[in-house]
Nanobody, 127 residues
Framework: QVQLVESGAGLAQPGGSLTLSCAASGFAFNNYLMSWFRQVPVKERELVAVITGAGGATDYADSVKGRFTISRDNAKNALYLRLNSLKPEDTALYYC????????????????????WGQGTQVTVSS
C-alpha cells in the first residue's frame, strides 16, 4: 500500500525559507518519478517540481524556478522540497505525489500521471 506523508508545514516571512519532506513507503521508491504539487482554494492544482527516480534530472514550474529545489534520498525513501526567497503567492497546500510509471529514468511534466498523493502540508508566507 502506497503511503506518502508530508511534513514541514510552517509560516515564513517573505524572503524566507522552508524545507518540506515526504516520507514514502509501500513501493520501490527509487523506481518512480516523484513530484511536488501545490494548491490554493479556487485554483487548479499546480505541478511545482519533478525529480526522476534515479535523481539525475529535475524540472520546475516557471513560477518557482531558481527559488525552489527538489531532491530525494533513495536510501531513506524520502523526497524534499527546499523553498527559498518565498513570496506571499507561494502560500498553498503542498503535496508530494508518485508517478504511475515504473521507470527510474522516466521524465514527464504532465499533471495527469499521478494516482498516489500525500495528505498535504500547509505553507503560509506572510509578514
Amino acid at each position: 500500500q502506497v503511503q506518502l506523508v508530508e511534513s514541514g508545514a510552517g509560516l515564513a516571512q517573505p524572503g524566507g525559507s522552508l524545507t518540506l519532506s515526504c516520507a514514502a513507503s509501500g513501493f520501490a521508491f527509487n523506481n518512480y518519478l516523484m513530484s511536488w504539487f501545490r494548491q490554493v482554494p479556487v485554483k487548479e492544482r499546480e505541478l511545482v517540481a519533478v525529480i526522476t527516480g534515479a535523481g539525475g534530472a529535475t524540472d520546475y514550474a516557471d513560477s518557482v524556478k531558481g527559488r525552489f529545489t527538489i531532491s530525494r534520498d533513495n536510501a531513506k525513501n524520502a523526497l524534499y522540497l527546499r523553498l527559498n526567497s518565498l513570496k506571499p503567492e507561494d502560500t498553498a497546500l503542498y503535496y508530494c505525489a508518485k508517478n504511475r510509471r515504473f521507470d527510474k529514468y522516466y521524465y514527464s511534466f504532465r499533471l495527469d500521471e499521478y494516482p498516489d498523493w500525500g495528505q498535504g502540508t500547509q505553507v503560509t508566507v506572510s509578514s
